[in-house]
């Protein structure tokens, strides 16, 4: 369900690429620091663009310090953010993904899941002792989706909504404490992951039918194929998603953003709908 959001390439500075190369790398590397070596394997654009709107928001920033890769030794060192954003959403990424594999693991026996699992359990174990309230609000919310799937829900407003709002969690840590910033980063949050959610699933359809997984989209559709369902939702999503990322952008337009600028603006108002386009517009071969 991750690797949707991240940055257009071609439409970035090669100093703000670098930026968020920066970000990326630094972010494995405090991840190891804080959490654990092995839960590094986890590391996602997504979580790296919420390092990159926190450190962007917080109004208390920290050095920068240059590092180099062990296993890339021949790159230029990156210049690591030192700050709260980047521990925290080290954190965050390492809970969340644990806690998707023990839900995929719950749910459809996923063995894949199953090895995964202990690479980040020590890793997890550190982030919730530093964000407990954080870990259970994202288990809660996983559980109640979990509950829905489990119940063959077909209405997709509500599984997508179990998941936008553990990214509206994550978007609203305690160190950002101004009640203004905290609501327009929620509903940042809260959109992305809807959208995170529908896109997920819209690429999902066929894998799911020929499978016999969970679907919220293959639901109550009577004889129609996978791939007649899937023509029949490019149309509807394209409206729908778009809306969803012009409430994202409303969101993002309102928050103080102090630094990262290029970047975020290059992922809100470009690579999204970039992505967008893509997952709806591919060609799929039918089942």
């Not at 992305?192 to 989209?217: Q, T």
């Not at 993002?252 to 108002?269: A, F, H």
Request: charged share 30%.
């Amino acid at each position: 369900m991750f690797g949707y959001v991240t940055v257009c390439k071609e439409e970035l500075s090669e100093e703000a690429y670098r930026v968020f190369r920066d970000y990326y790398c630094g972010l494995c590397k405090t991840t190891g620091k804080r959490c654990s070596h092995l839960s590094r394997a986890g590391l996602s654009y997504d979580i790296t663009f919420l390092a990159l709107m926190l450190s962007a928001v917080d109004a208390e920033d920290g050095p920068t310090v240059q590092k180099r890769c062990a296993l890339h030794p021949r790159r230029d060192a990156v210049r690591v953010p030192v700050n709260r954003a980047m521990d925290y959403a080290a954190g965050a990424g390492v809970m969340l993904t644990y806690l998707k594999l023990i839900d995929d693991w719950k749910d459809g026996r996923s063995i894949k899941s199953l090895f995964a699992i202990p690479l980040f359990y020590f890793g997890m174990k550190r982030a919730k002792k530093r964000l407990p309230a954080l870990y259970g609000g994202i288990n809660g919310y996983l559980k109640k989706l979990r509950e829905l799937e489990k119940s063959g829900c077909g209405d997709i407003d509500k599984t997508a909504d179990c998941f936008a709002k553990i990214l509206e969690l994550l978007f609203t840590p305690d160190f950002i404490e101004d009640a203004a910033q905290r609501r327009a980063l929620a509903w940042l949050g809260y959109n992305i992951g809807r959208w995170i959610y529908v896109m997920d699933a819209y690429s999902d359809i066929l894998k799911d039918a020929k499978r016999g997984e969970y679907n919220p989209f293959l639901i109550g559709n009577g004889r129609k194929s996978a791939q007649e369902i899937k023509n029949g939702l490019k149309e509807p999503l394209t409206v729908s998603m778009t809306f969803t990322l012009e409430n994202a952008a409303s969101a993002y337009d309102l928050l103080t953003v102090r630094k990262n600028r290029e970047v975020l603006d290059n992922i809100i108002y470009v690579a999204l709908k970039n992505k967008q386009d893509y997952v709806l517009g591919e060609n799929n071969e039918s089942l």
